[in-house]
């Protein structure tokens, strides 16, 4: 009697255990989706919100941010569907941060996208009069597709499509006047010829693309001596101008030299110039005199050659003495 009651036990524990551990593993997946504090944000979109539900989530640049908290219609402008966000706190929600919906691949369920956000930007702040700061939206790319193919498949879209096809047809018959025909047809004609007469220089044509190819292959020849020769020409030219500094080099020394030898030759010059110089005067004026003196004596002597035996004759007396 003791067994069956023992068996209830063990399967009630177990059952008990068993609910215990589900129920921890759906809180424990429900805090690792939406762990922290959230801040909330609404966001009012002109566009179908299908394939958005609550609960979807919300990225900011690819990463999950949030969860969408409710999805209703705007009280003040039926036109719009007014989303309420709960983003984790922390995320740079800034004033330049812009909310599209996307659409998951072929499945149909969306999520929201937030982009933006920019580091110098201020941050997203309620304005007065509302409950929660408002992110901006822009549409989605399949709307904006949506939107410009029923413009265009509308009955003015159809009008318009309609009178430019019609408008182009007509230029284009403007075009193909006979004129032009003929025009046409010349030009077709010209590169008719062109066409052959270039196959009839084909091989000339061939035989100056070789000569091309060969000026090429020289040239190529030519810049590799170039530059197999250039280190040595830049050596040698190294050199020369090494030389040359060594020469100025030896010219300044020795102007250096000259400078010193003209320093100690300084006293020397000016006691020459003081003492010598004042003789030498002196002496090239006795030298004129003396040359004076003898021009004198030779044109006397040219006068008077007998003078050098019997001398200066005397002067005549005048009358009376």
Known sequence: MMEPRGNYVIVGVFVFVLGAV???????????????AYDQYHAYMRQSVSGLSVDSTVKYRGVNVGRVKEIALNPD????VRL????LRG?????????????????GLATMNLEGGSLNVPRLEPEPGQEYPV???????FFRLDMALSRLLSEQGLFNLLSSMHALSEQATAFLNEGNRLKMEGILNDLAMVSHTLSRHQETMAQGIDRAAEAAENLAILTSTVNEDMPRLVARIH????AVQGVAEELARTGKTLETVVQDSRPDIQQFTRETLGETGQLVTELRQLTATLQRVAHHIERAPDSLIYG???QPRGPGE
């Open 91 to 107: 995320t740079p929600i800034k004033t330049d941060t812009v909310a599209t919906l996307e659409t998951q691949g072929l499945t």
């Open 22 to 36: 589900a129920v921890g593993m759906v809180l424990w997946l429900g805090k690792s989706d939406y762990r922290g």
């Open 239 to 242: 050199q020369s101008a090494t």
């Open 135 to 141: 992110i901006q939206t822009k549409p989605s790319l």
């Open 77 to 80: 402008n039926p036109e719009e």
């Open 312 to 314: 200066r004759s005397s």
């Open 84 to 87: 309420t966000l709960d983003i």
